[in-house]
């Protein structure tokens, strides 16, 4: 919300329109897509929490109970404008799913295609993708543990590292520990994310 608020603000200082949409709540019926091209820009949307939202919990809250990424009315209105400025992070933003159902529908969109979005969320893939291609990439590797072993792990895995999760944005997920016992809560706290690290 905070990057579409942004982009919106500079694509009209730009003398474009633009209508901005929150991908799981949609617009409800009865709302004139039209007037969302002027509407307003919720400027409270700019503040970043550092915490990733529960989806789920965001799913359930919507008044059609829909199991859909798309809210209502979406992709109707996706299908209005002349380009879908993506400004997508994360899980259901940057793996690609977006971008295919937009692709389906024939709207134009920003960014990469929904195959580049997939292999490039899944840290490990692209990994792959960058070994086998000659590509230069820092020592790696992917771990799947049990939470009995972060103990051994903090003590084995080499110092300095990253670790994150294999499949969330950018900056979810991610950690930078500077000694061992940072290492043990980084190898700790990652798993909230996924099981793949």
């Keep these: 919300l905070s990057s579409g608020t942004m982009v919106s603000e500079a694509l009209r200082a730009k003398g474009h329109r633009t209508a901005m949409v929150d991908l799981f709540f949609g617009v409800e019926d009865g709302?004139?897509?039209?007037?969302?091209?002027?509407?307003p820009l919720p400027q409270a949307y700019k503040r970043v929490s550092p915490h990733a939202p529960d989806l789920k919990a965001i799913r359930a809250s919507r008044k059609d109970q829909s199991p859909q990424v798309f809210g209502p009315n979406v992709l109707e209105l996706c299908r209005r404008a002349d380009v879908v400025f993506l400004g997508l992070h994360g899980q259901d933003g940057?793996?690609?799913?977006?971008?295919?159902?937009?692709?389906?529908?024939?709207?134009?969109?920003?960014?990469?295609?929904?195959?580049?979005?997939?292999?490039?969320?899944?840290?490990?893939?692209?990994?792959r993708i960058m070994v086998s291609e000659g590509v230069p990439t820092p020592k790696w590797g992917v771990l799947e543990y049990r939470p009995e072993e972060t103990c051994r792990l903090a003590q084995e895995l080499p110092m300095p590292c990253v670790i994150k999760c294999t499949t969330g944005g950018s900056s979810l997920g991610v950690f930078l520990p500077e000694d061992?016992?940072?290492?043990?809560?980084?190898?700790?706290?990652?798993?909230?994310?996924?099981?793949?690290?």
């Design 31 to 39: 709302v004139e897509l039209e007037s969302l091209f002027d509407a």
């Design 180 to 197: 061992r016992k940072e290492l043990q809560e980084a190898l700790v706290k990652v798993r909230q994310f996924g099981g793949q690290v």
């Design 94 to 127: 940057e793996d690609g799913r977006v971008q295919a159902a937009l692709e389906l529908l024939g709207v134009p969109y920003t960014g990469s295609g929904y195959l580049a979005s997939g292999v490039a969320m899944d840290k490990a893939v692209a990994k």
